[in-house]
């Protein structure tokens, strides 16, 4: 719990904390003063039979109310400020940590969930737990005053019994804990399997598997249900502690009313008690038992479950480090087809790319360029053959671990919204802006950059052409540290003469280029060239490569 607590007071910025406590010291006046002046109005004003001066009373009571009620406005004006960065900031981690389970190559459940779900239910109970313990605290803390100032005798009275329900309240949280994780849990189970349910829905009423599809999620949903009844008990112990802290006080005054009358106690001092009770403290401590009952054990719960499955992921240096030496890519046997019953794609392939060549692969649309493209970088698994890289067969290495060695660039290229720089460094976090920009002219992409708004602007992805997504990426791949760069017809929204400079920068950087040819240029430009024809695969020197017509 300590650790979620952490993290939550973490998302407490300094700027918007400072105005909601600011502005929760008008808030305490109501509180701090109503019993006593409840009691100057009875034994001064009404009792004494002057109703004016009663009413003069009554009346800073009334101001002192106009007041909190402006500052309880301006504190939940600021409780934003606080709550959506922090739900901001829930969503990065979330959404980060499945990325980078998904590049480890490893199964991430509940991802659905957690993202769409339970972020949501951090943000709400985040902001009830700020609204519940800001409004505990100011109240009790004025309350606690004006009883002091109205009567410590009567103080001792009512604050023992009144904490004495917080404290058992409070040892009620790790039983609460508990049936809060199961429930959480049994929320993320639901929700995997009735996606998967869903998902087959046509294929399931296509072979009449209606029942057996229910008796799928019958489990599961059975689970909740179960988790959902034991929080119910959890809140019949919140109604006990409520009884304890809210009132006996109450009765505890009632009781020893006679006593205190016997001791010199005036009707307004006894008033004054009974009001700091009944509108001070129990709305208090009703509202934090239901606020740290329900809202502060659905933040703690949730947020341990999303931060246990969401560790600190992977930083992108060490999976983007580049190996000790130049690496060999070598195919052996190659097969691969599109099903069982399908005609081969790649048939029976040896192909060996040496360190440092520029290879491209031509060949008519549909042939199985990007196919072998793919299975060279170990995207797809061959049926037969296998693909090496540095010596290692690649059907053994994580995703991880083969974003140490290439990167591919495909015709669709990817450019997510952020700063450009974000974009252009994402497979280099560590790239300096010397690099940065070298990178860039070298592509030539500086008059993009430059229109954009330079390496700290924002990009908007729907706002760039197809061909400037291109050139973004083009600069991002350049600027990777990994040895081997496949370029999947990643040129072709690009003019002749913007894609002869950008593949002329890729031959010109350290490692491989492997280029998937749309254009007969780039086959003029390789070393060697691979001939995707439907019949054979073979290779050919790039002078008998002849210009389009």
């Not at 246990?308 to 195919?331: F, K, N, Q, W, Y």
């Not at 399908?342 to 031509?362: C, F, K, M, T, Y």
């Not at 140490?404 to 015709?411: D, G, S």
């Amino acid at each position: 719990m300590r650790r979620e607590i952490r993290y939550g007071l973490s998302g407490l910025r300094r700027r918007p904390t400072a105005a909601v406590i600011g502005w929760s010291v008008p808030q305490t006046l109501p509180a701090t003063i109503s019993g006593i002046v409840v009691a100057r109005a009875v034994d001064d004003g009404f009792g004494a039979g002057r109703p004016w001066t009663g009413a003069a009373w009554l009346a800073a009571l009334l101001l002192a109310a106009v007041l909190g009620a402006v500052g309880g406005r301006m504190v939940f004006l600021r409780i934003g400020d606080l709550v959506e960065p922090f739900r901001d900031r829930l969503v990065r981690r979330v959404v980060g940590g499945s990325l980078s389970a998904a590049v480890a190559g490893e199964a991430k459940e509940g991802a659905v969930a957690q993202l769409t779900r339970q972020v949501e239910i951090v943000r709400d109970s985040y902001a009830g737990l700020i609204v519940a313990v800001r409004g505990f605290v100011v109240t009790s803390l004025g309350v606690t005053a004006g009883l002091m100032s109205l009567s410590p005798r009567l103080a001792m009275m009512i604050l023992p019994p009144f904490f004495l329900g917080l404290l058992l309240f409070v040892a009620t949280l790790g039983v609460s804990a508990a049936r809060q994780r199961r429930a959480v849990r049994a929320d993320e189970r639901l929700a995997d399997r009735a996606a998967s349910v869903l998902a087959g829905t046509v294929d399931l009423s296509g072979c009449g598997g209606e029942v057996h599809g229910r008796s799928l999620v019958a489990g599961p949903i059975a689970e909740q249900a179960r988790a959902e009844r034991a929080l119910a008990w959890v809140a019949a112990l919140r109604s006990l502690c409520f009884v304890v802290g809210g009132w006996l006080p109450l009765i505890a005054v009632l009781a020893a009313s006679g006593r205190l009358v016997e001791a010199g106690f005036s009707a307004g001092t006894i008033t004054g008690g009974l009001l700091y009770i009944l509108y001070g403290l129990q709305p208090a401590l009703n509202s934090f038992i239901s606020g740290v009952g329900g809202s502060g054990l659905r933040f703690v719960v949730t947020l341990g479950r999303i931060l246990d499955s969401t560790g600190p992921p992977e930083p992108v240096r060490s999976a983007a480090a580049a190996p000790t030496a130049p690496p060999d890519l070598e195919a052996r046997g190659l097969t691969f087809a599109y099903g069982p019953h399908s005609e081969p794609i790649v048939h029976n392939l040896d192909l060996r790319i040496p360190a440092g060549d520029h290879l491209a692969i031509v060949g008519a649309s549909g042939i199985g360029k990007s196919t072998l493209a793919g299975l060279l970088c170990g995207l797809l698994p061959p049926d037969s053959g296998t693909v090496s890289v540095g010596g290692r067969d690649v059907a053994g290495l994580s995703p991880l671990e083969l974003a140490r060695f290439r990167v591919l660039i495909p015709q669709e290229a990817y450019v997510f919204a952020g700063t450009v720089r974000d974009n252009l460094a994402y497979l280099r976090p560590e790239a300096g802006p010397g690099q940065i920009a070298s990178a860039v002219d070298a592509v030539g992409a500086s008059d993009l950059v430059e229109r954009i708004g330079g390496p700290a602007a924002t990009v908007e992805p729907s706002e760039l052409s197809a061909g400037e997504r291109q050139q973004l990426a083009l600069v991002r791949a350049h600027l990777s540290p990994a040895p081997i760069c496949v370029l999947d017809e990643a040129t072709c929204h690009l003019d002749p003469v913007a894609e002869r400079r950008a593949e002329a920068a890729f031959a010109e950087r350290p490692g491989t280029l492997i280029v998937i040819a749309h254009r007969t240029g780039s086959a003029e430009r390789a070393r060697r060239v691979l001939v995707l024809d439907g019949a054979a695969v073979g290779e050919r020197e790039p002078a008998q490569i002849q210009p389009a017509s």
